[in-house]
């Protein structure tokens, strides 16, 4: 088991709350659990450490929107994701910690500048994106390499949906089947890098629980916190986590 600091703790807790959050409703969370997480671990250890418990996130949203996908749309990315994991996992097995933290903290950044545009623009951004199957490539690519990279494709996989005009329950029930699958996917991947160990595995099960606190909180609490304040503050967060990844 890791040996962890009462602040260690404080900050692991609190990433498995968010990501419970995350999976009823609030996805631009993750982002800011991908920052946090990094003051606790390496950056590749953290990669490992995170992947687990997202997942146990994404099978409850799954379960909770289960009916909800429009699956032309998940078949039409997924071998073009594939094709991102790949470019990812080649980095991560030629990268050392060091090296992997300003990849993460720009992709951190670049996924809170996406944000950012599309919240700006609203829907006349969606109408920008082509929805050629040139579009479907490019963001099946980056959502990939940045999943296996970063954990971080929720705003990719966002205004993807967004572009094909998905309706909201079945925006979400098919996120949650996206990840679920690509994280499976990525499993292998990892424990072939050593990415996921016994002792980050005996802590994501301590983390199981608080995990689907935070989830059955989030369904009921969250609807009542206004988005766009809590959005603001989110992304302020993960910007100058992602930041310090830069920069630090």
């Not at 419970?20 to 953290?46: D, Q």
């Not at 963001?139 to 967004?162: D, E, H, K, R």
């Not at 996206?178 to 980050?200: D, E, G, Q, R, W």
Request: proline residues 4%; aromatic residues 12%.
């Amino acid at each position: 088991m890791f040996d962890l600091t009462i602040l260690d703790w404080f900050i692991v807790i609190a990433c498995a709350l968010f990501i419970g959050f995350s999976k009823s409703g609030i996805p631009n969370l993750v982002i800011l659990v991908v920052t946090m997480i990094m003051f606790v671990f390496p950056a590749k250890e953290s990669v490992g450490v995170l992947l687990p418990m997202l997942l146990i996130g994404d099978l409850f949203a799954v379960i909770y929107y289960r009916r909800h996908v429009v699956w032309k749309y998940l078949i039409s990315l997924i071998p073009w994701v594939l094709v991102g994991i790949i470019g990812g996992f080649l980095v991560l097995r030629q990268v050392n910690d060091e090296q992997l933290k300003p990849i993460i903290g720009t992709i951190v950044l670049v996924m809170i500048g996406l944000n950012v545009i599309r919240n700006q623009f609203g829907e006349r951004f969606n109408q920008l994106l082509p929805t050629s199957i040139s579009f479907t490539i490019t963001m099946g690519i980056l959502s990939g390499f940045t999943t296996m990279v970063g954990n971080a494709a929720g705003a990719i996989m966002t205004i993807y949906l967004l572009v094909k005009r998905v309706p909201k329950k079945e925006f979400v029930g098919t996120s949650a089947w996206f990840f679920i699958t690509v994280n499976t996917i990525k499993v292998p991947l990892y424990l072939h890098l050593n990415l996921i160990s016994s002792a980050s595995f005996g802590l994501n099960l301590i983390m199981l629980p608080v995990i689907l606190t935070g989830a059955i909180i989030g369904a009921k609490v969250l609807p009542w916190i206004p988005q766009n304040v809590f959005t603001i503050i989110v992304l302020l967060l993960a910007a100058l986590g992602g930041l310090y990844l830069v920069i630090g």
